[in-house]
């Protein structure tokens, strides 16, 4: 319902455009023919929208060009009913000939629009003839509107025909750097929650240019574009592109569907000539199937063949065959909305008289049974073809799987089955898959003849049944499940909270077990560690007797698991003392008491009590690979002051330093195997603690850096009730050997070859 005003406006337009396009037919027409003067005068001046207009009191029939007919006998100059000559003068009579049949329509149209139309019929017809050599007819190449139409292909805001000068060419790669003239490189930023467009991120560096041999995605006016190129064919000229080419390309440009993937345009240069539509960021329906990361219910697999039926709905209704559908011609964009491309392409093969390359036989699987039995290079498409097509896409959707993928056959065969029944061969869904509705319309979809199969109006119609009459939309499919999910998140962030604090408590405990918790707290705060001096602490060193003849003759894994035996029997027992793990070097061991935490006069019976329980379980410790010779260790007590500080930022280690370290690794390297080797300021501080420690007095040792000092051996404690191992009897040198004894070793190497003659006997 329009305003009287703008009614008026209407009528004044056709009348400006008629005399313009009259003017322009008058000096076009040089060879006058004998047609009817409406169909010359209307033919290209008025718009689609008054090409039929017709009421039951006002017709005006409009005679298409394609109508146009040769007059069946020449006209002469005397048989004219009314003619045009070529003086001013004369041109000018049919024009104001025209001008009250002109006048007589505007009142009509007029009075129509108004709704008090005065005339019933109107009916106008000028003979328009010429004499000359030029043979009567209709020409289209002369008509304006063809011209226009060619010219707008290549020209103005609406060009289809898109060149090098428009686009640029990208190589978008996940975590790749490839350029383009610009030197820069393109990547594709996620945009999965988000549902935008993919976006363009820029970073220097030395890049590869993309082109149009080597590239498919091109940028065009500011957004991503993709190209479908056809087989290498001469194309010709821009310019000579016949009509019928051109009628393709505006009926693909005119097609407009949420589920039509939008023709953009079409690229020609360089000898190439492609298909430009929208870029769709998850690409295929293919990809998406095949790529298991993404989660599919039903809901989502149902929404999609939903957007493929409306797709293909539309398609047939434009009377477009597709003919080449199939899952890779599905694309999906950022919003899971699928779209149909690919349509068109082989009307512009034909339009274009290109030879089509033969499809592979696995390209063949979409492909109807009666098309797949007509001969070569002449299998048409079908609106039946696109539903067999449908029904294949179906089954890929339901099982996640290529076509026919639940047979055991190769493509070629199967093509040979589907060209040769009976029997009818099509695949097979699991009912588990899919609602029995579905796999019955499936079915009905595939059926072999194809006057049997329903349309895609029907489809749709039965498709809505499936979820009575609900919209099945992917967005209220995502909205549902995070209603589930938020159901059960306050669940879900505590399970979280509650198992990053076990890993957590993991973590500080093994941090605690290479530092100090004291110190472990401050640099966990971001605090530095000042070195702090201790007045009195014990310390305690401890190696194996005779460790690198046990090394030379063992395998390094040997050596190692003879350590983490060792050490870990170690561990467990300096556990159950108030003492303090410095570290590990070789087959050195070394422990403190006093630090980090002061214990008073305590840490030398910490020390010392340690000592008994670990030379107690070192005499019943045996070795994997060599458990007849036994594991002799030594030990140094030490007591003094030390200055402890973490030292390092790579791997921080808590170290002690002073006199008092050196001096008790000298008690331990001076030691006697199976022995406690313990300083004097040791012993004194046990003897004022009074807790019953036995001590024998060893002599004067040579202490390097210390001279001779007067030094004591721990053989046991009051209430001590663990045996200790026997220390080997002294030599008559009054010295005790430090390695493994000669008979050890001959023992040994001949148990070590018998296994090695065993091991090798066939």
């Not at 449908?390 to 099982?399: G, W």
């Amino acid at each position: 319902a329009y305003s009287p005003a703008v009614y008026y406006w209407i009528c004044l337009l056709y009348k400006v455009h008629f005399f313009f396009f009259l003017y322009i037919k008058l000096q076009a027409h040089n060879s006058l023919v004998n047609i009817d003067f409406w169909e010359v005068i209307f033919q290209d001046c008025l718009p689609p929208i008054c090409a039929t207009f017709s009421t039951g009191r006002v017709s005006y029939k409009h005679f298409p060009p394609q109508t146009c007919k040769e007059p069946s006998h020449p006209k002469t100059k005397d048989s004219l009913n009314s003619s045009f000559l070529s003086t001013p003068k004369q041109i000018a009579a049919p024009f104001y000939k025209a001008l009250p049949c002109f006048v007589i329509l505007m009142m009509i149209m007029h009075d129509y629009f108004y709704g008090c139309a005065c005339l019933k019929t109107i009916h106008c017809t000028y003979e328009i003839d010429k004499l000359g050599t030029r043979h009567p007819g209709f020409k289209p190449q002369l008509c304006l509107r063809h011209r226009i139409n060619k010219i707008q292909l290549i020209k103005g805001p609406n060009r289809i025909l898109l060149t090098l000068e428009d686009v640029t060419f990208i190589n978008p790669h996940f975590g790749s750097k490839r350029g383009s003239r610009a030197s820069v490189s393109f990547q594709i930023m996620s945009e999965v929650q988000s549902g935008r467009s993919p976006r363009l991120s820029f970073s220097s560096g030395s890049l590869t240019p993309a082109t149009c041999e080597n590239s498919n995605i091109a940028i065009y006016e500011g957004d991503w574009v993709w190209l479908k190129k056809f087989p290498s064919g001469n194309f010709g000229d821009i310019k000579s592109i016949e009509s019928s080419a051109s009628d393709i390309f505006e009926m693909m440009k005119d097609l407009r569907h949420e589920n039509i993937n939008p023709l953009v345009g079409f690229f020609y240069d360089s000898g190439m000539f492609a298909i430009v539509t929208e870029f769709c960021s998850r690409r295929s329906l293919e990809d998406i199937l095949m790529n298991q990361d993404v989660k599919l219910d039903w809901m989502f697999k149902s929404s999609l063949l939903l957007d493929l039926i409306k797709g293909m709905k539309y398609l047939h209704h434009r009377e477009f065959a597709h003919g080449r559908l199939k899952s890779r011609n599905c694309v999906v964009d950022g919003r899971f909305v699928l779209k149909v491309t690919d349509y068109g392409f082989n009307d512009i093969l034909e339009t274009l008289r290109l030879s089509q390359e033969e499809p592979s036989v696995e390209e063949l699987l979409w492909t109807a049974p009666e098309l797949l039995r007509a001969p070569r290079g002449s299998r048409l498409r079908s609106f039946a073809g696109d539903v067999y097509s449908f029904a294949i896409i179906m089954q890929e959707v339901m099982v996640r799987g290529t076509p026919f993928c639940m047979m055991d056959l190769p493509a070629k065969e199967i093509i040979e089955r589907l060209k040769k029944p009976p029997p009818v061969y099509r695949p097979v869904v699991p009912p588990e898959h899919a609602p029995s509705e579905c796999l019955q319309l499936m079915k009905q979809c595939w059926a072999e003849a194809a006057e049997q199969r329903p349309t895609f109006d029907e489809i749709f119609n039965q498709f809505k049944t499936f979820n009575k009459g609900k919209k099945t939309n992917i967005i209220d499919s995502m909205l549902r499940m995070l209603e589930q999910y938020s159901s059960n998140l306050e669940d879900l962030i505590q399970e979280r909270t509650e198992e990053l604090e076990i890993e957590k408590q993991k973590t500080e405990k093994l941090l605690t077990q290479m530092l100090p918790p004291s110190v472990a707290e401050s640099l966990k705060k971001g605090c530095t560690v000042e070195p702090e001096g201790f007045d009195l602490v014990t310390l305690y060193f401890s190696d194996i007797v005779g460790f690198t003849t046990i090394s030379a003759m063992s395998e390094p894994i040997e050596v190692v698991d003879l350590l983490n035996d060792l050490y870990t029997l170690f561990d467990a027992i300096i556990g159950s003392h108030d003492v303090y793990k410095v570290e590990t070097i070789g087959d050195a061991y070394m422990v403190a008491s006093g630090l980090p935490k002061r214990n008073g006069m305590r840490h030398a019976a910490e020390i010392a009590n340690m000592s008994l329980d670990i030379l107690s379980s070192v005499g019943t410790f045996k070795m994997r690979h060599m458990p007849e010779v036994p594991v002799r260790i030594r030990i140094g007590l030490h007591s003094g002051p030390v200055v402890a500080g973490v030292v390092g930022l790579t791997m921080p280690r808590y170290c002690l330093f002073g006199d008092t370290v050196n001096t008790a690794s000298r008690m331990e390297s001076t030691g006697l195997p199976y022995r406690i080797h313990v300083s004097h300021s040791t012993v004194t501080i046990l003897r004022t603690l009074g807790e019953g420690y036995e001590v024998e007095l060893r002599g004067r040792t040579e202490l390097k850096g210390r001279g001779t000092e007067e030094t004591f051996w721990l053989v046991g404690k009051k209430g001590f009730t663990k045996p200790l191992p026997v220390p080997p009897p002294v030599g008559k040198d009054g010295q005790v050997g430090h390695g493994l004894q000669p008979v050890e070793i001959a023992a040994f190497q001949r148990r070590k070859a018998e296994k090695q003659l065993v091991r090798n006997k066939p």
